[in-house]
């Protein structure tokens, strides 16, 4: 609401028709940006605190949930005064820092708790990753409207993806990064690249340490298995692979895009290891499939399915969400356990806090955080940065 | 017993010996009856007191017969003394009478000293003899009063005879001046007839003298705020040489009569004011109200007794033409009529479009500023005023916008505190309600007739390229694009237009739903039935629930409106519903009924609770109509249309793509919001469709140069068509053929043949570079 008073050009006193028509494609804009990720920031507290919120306009923003859940049932407090359903906005939410991390969408992000310094990694679609000190991030107190603000921040690391050299030295475009994850004993982030590779980096040098080959398309997803000094990535081939992070070799190759019926095989959106690193689930573009990491067989597998997009394991539970407005509970053998509605149309990022609060990120830029009981917390639109120049 | 005694005390002191000697008696028999002895003695006072009574009864006797007498004495005594006493009240009362009268003559004055006489030495000069000799009366005093009087008869006669001729002067000369009234009134129609005459002449010599001299004089008696239009308008005019036209129109006499009538009530109501100063020093609020409400029965306009009180218009009303400014032709073309009325209670302008030729959309002027639909009235003494009774835009097409009181230069607080308080708000939270004067000089500043005189100018354009294009949409052509530089316009689409029809105007559901029925008809009878019959359900339950605010999918309409909802619902539920049913989403219905099954020991409660949620997801349907109301104003006036683009795929079929565009009235400045859906309504396309959509409401409006924007629909439809296009060409060849991982990476332009990467990211975007243009797909850098 505040946004809009403030957008709006006036009236027929002082009309300035140039901001009235930057506030409608601002608010257009809100309503087709995408939040691809949301993690929660690693705290001492047991409840969460900030949320941090990657998004398609390049931006790494964080937000402080109680006041977020605050603002909302005194929102809710007014309708009831008021009588009124004002239902048709979440609130906006302001963000506690709010910086530039990347040219084009950020896809990923995570955090590398090192002692009492944690770096908060992005990656994104210009193919660069990123390494920023999440002390500085949070002390930065960036002003949303100042446009200046957001290159201020310099990243501890950064580092890009190559560029692969075609005849006559002719350069690719800089692949995108889509995933990264982060192994802190190595003390090495992997990222998965658009160029069907994907990398391991030396969060100390900086150096690149492994490239793995092997995927016949680009990749979605990474995860690591600490414990056998594997990674795990998805990609657009439809194909799951496990790879020997000191090998650089594929040690085994999942078919999980590939439905039984039709012979179409469909991407794989997401992969996620549970706690034991014994269970490996699948999204793909027609639903989600289970395997097996010690026998390399699949549990179960679900086609006819809306597009999973992003997964994680709760306990033994698999919670998945895609580009339906629901986020879906699995048990490990397959059986739909419970279907909570959340408010973005089509969901990016899913995250788990470990008190049981969810965290779903997605299209419109729209967060809905749900407490571990299933109730709706808040749901609030992200702010964008104002780099409309 | 004591008279007897008084009167007659011989007989009393009788009674008294008898009664003392009784006494003796009877205490000597008391005596001896105590001593109890000699009975004889007894016998003896026995006789005695025998005796004694005797003698006390005749002295009784003679006592009684005594009072007797006198008694017949005295009443033969009474007789002569009430004669003498009547005698002598008659007297009384006759003198009484005699006093009386006497006191009337006294009394008695005559009429002469109230006659104005001639004094006396007037009548001893100037009276005829006859008068004068005749002897009246034998009292010399009497007899000069009477010959007086008579002398004083004489003259007035004779005064009344002139007079009488006077009148019959007087009745002459008025039939003369009544004759000379009549020629000069009849004068005035031959003046005009001639001056009708003189016209040709006038015009031909290019001088409009009358016809500005008679504006000028009929904007005298404008009210202030349509005053302030008039005379800002013509400044503009005079001054920059706007291609605009005003006329006054309405009758000046009526507008005579009602400043007469204004100026009367004010007096009146100052005299008012002074009374109840009088009577308390300070009248507050509540009393003023009832004053001005008092007001509207006492004094009624003739003219205008049909429109009910509070609608009273001001007779007089101000006819704005405005002309194409950019036409450098002799003869600009006109663009709009506008007509401005004054609603003299409640001290607001309105604005009636008028249309002479087509019968184009009169609301074509709503949201001319944002949030301004007219259908309310502006400020808060209005609303208050007129209570909820009124409703703009049933009665005709006249509106109270907001911009019509700033170009009036009523200035009004708004009704919601402006949050962000920067400069521009804090000016107009100074101004104060109906403060004309003061505040011109900031109106000129402000250039407010400038920028309403373009936003009109621009709206109206904007509405007439509109129109043109949703013709030619209607005819199912593609609209033509007069800008060439964009992919689009060189791309012939392989898709066709395969539907176009209106939704209805958007919070109008009931006309909505005729509509959709009427298009039913219109289905072409080629296409396929079955798809057809299922859009058709699909568009009436969507036009029965209202958009929602988020640009969404069509297809999951349903699901956003509950979903926005859901968080209040469960919030508010969460304290009185037990935690774990909550999980169950009514979307989830079905799928959730099958697994509960086996849940059934774990959550009992779970069924039930669901079919309450049922129930309330249903409400939420209903409330969500409500919700969309609550923020009305963009979607006031909007128009919705329903298309089909359809490629043919040979073998395959036909690929369907349903869209939705919504065309604010602010188009182009708000420009059409598109929302897609396939016929399948499957999920895979979710994204795919949600950056086709992104791509038209977002990404190319930058592309566009302003001055193209009102044929930014035809651009929106175009590009569309070659999204269409390439997104489901690609996918199905991507599908067909391998990509190699040499290719990979490396992305082509739109042209290229080869296939190489065609997606990319998280969300799977297609690769698009708009050659030439830079636009970066998918999201703004």
Known sequence: ?389 | MEANEVARPTAHQLLEETRMEMEDVASKMLFIKQEGSSKSELRELITQMSLHFITLRKVNRSILVEEDRIKAETEAAKGPVDTTTLQLHNLLYEKNHYLKAIKACKDFRSKYPDIELVPEEEFFSSAPEEIKGKAMADDVAHDLMLKRLNFELFQRKELCKLHEKLEQHKASLLDAISSRKKFLSSLPSHLKSLKKASLPVQQHLGISHTKKLKQLHAAEFLPPPLYIVYSQLLAQKEAFGEKIEMEILGSVKDAQTFALQQVNKENGLLSNLDNTKLEDDAPDDDEDVQRRRKRPKKNVVKDSVDQSGICQLHPLNIVLHVYDDEDTGSKPSKLITLKFEYLVKLNVVCVRFEDTNEKSDSNILCNLFPDDTGLDLPHQMAKLYSGDSLAFGEKGTSYPYKWAQHLAGIDFLPEVPPINVNGDHLNAGLINVSDFSSGLALYRRQNRVQTILQRIRSRKKAQMALVEQLDSLAKLKWPSLIYENVPWALHAPLCTLQKWSPAGLIPDSSFSASIAGQATNNVDLDMDRRSVTSWEVESAREDGELPTALPVATMPVDAAASLLSEPLQLVDRSRSLALMSKNVTPMSMVKTRSFSKYEDELELVLDSDSEVEEQTYSNHLNENASSVVSKPWEDSAAKEFDFILGRNHGKDGVVKLNAKVKISIEYPLRPPIFSLSTDSGHSEWYNVLRAMEAELNLHILRVIPLHHENFILAHQIRCLAMLLDFHFDRHDAKRKSTTSVIDVGLCTPISGMILTRSVRGRDRRKMISWNGVGCMPGYPS
């Not at chain 1, 990923?108 to 990694?121: Q, V």
């Not at chain 1, 949303?144 to 201020?152: A, E, P, W």
């Not at chain 1, 008190?355 to 808040?378: E, K, R, W």
Request: with cysteine; charged share 20%.
């Open chain 1, 1 to 389: 609401m505040a946004t809009e008073q403030e957008g709006t050009g006036g009236d027929a006193r002082c009309w300035d028709e140039e901001r009235y028509r930057k506030s409608i494609l601002q608010e257009r804009e809100l309503r087709c940006r995408t939040v691809f990720r949301t993690a929660f920031a690693p705290s001492q507290n047991p409840n969460p605190e900030i949320l941090v919120v990657a998004s398609s306009d390049g931006s790494l923003s964080s937000y402080s949930l109680p006041s977020c859940i605050a603002s909302m049932s005194q929102y809710q407090q007014l309708d009831m005064v008021t009588n009124q359903r004002t239902v048709a906005d979440p609130l906006s939410a302001d963000p506690l820092s709010i910086i530039q991390a990347h040219k084009g969408p950020t896809y990923d992000l995570k955090f590398y708790s090192h002692g009492e310094n944690n770096l908060l990694f992005s990656c994104g679609d210009d193919g660069r990753l990123r390494g920023w000190n999440w002390k500085e991030i949070l002390s930065s107190h960036i002003v949303v409207d100042k446009k200046t603000q957001g290159n201020l921040l310099k990243p501890i690391l950064d580092l890009a993806n190559p560029q692969h050299e075609g005849p006559w030295g002719a350069l690719s475009p800089i692949p995108e990064t889509n995933a990264i994850t982060i192994n802190e004993q190595e003390g090495s982030v992997y990222s998965a690249a658009g160029d069907a590779r994907a990398y391991s980096w030396d969060i100390e040098t900086g150096k690149q340490k492994m490239v793995f080959r092997g995927h016949t398309d680009y990749l979605h997803c990474i995860s690591a298995r600490k414990s056998s000094h594997q990674i795990i990535t998805g990609s657009e081939d439809g194909t799951t692979r496990i790879w020997d992070c000191r090998s650089g070799l594929c040690t085994q190759i999942i078919q999980s895009g590939r439905n039984l019926k039709s012979k179409l095989s469909s991407w794989v959106s997401s992969v996620a290891i549970d706690s034991s690193e014994s269970w490996l689930a699948c999204g793909t573009g027609t639903g989600l499939s289970v395997w097996s990491l010690l026998s390399y067989e699949c549990i179960f597998s679900i086609g006819h399915y809306a597009p999973v997009q992003d997964l994680l394991f709760d306990d033994n539970q698999i919670v998945a969400v895609g580009s339906e407005p629901v986020l879906t509970r699995f048990s490990i053998n397959g059986a739909t356990l419970s279907q909570l509605k959340c408010a973005p149309q089509s969901a990016f990022s899913v995250s788990l806090h470990p008190s049981g609060v969810i965290a779903v990120g997605g299209y419109g830029a729209l967060v809905d955080v749900l407490s571990q009981f299933g109730s709706h917390l808040c749901t609030f639109y992200c702010m964008g940065l104002d780099n409309d120049s």
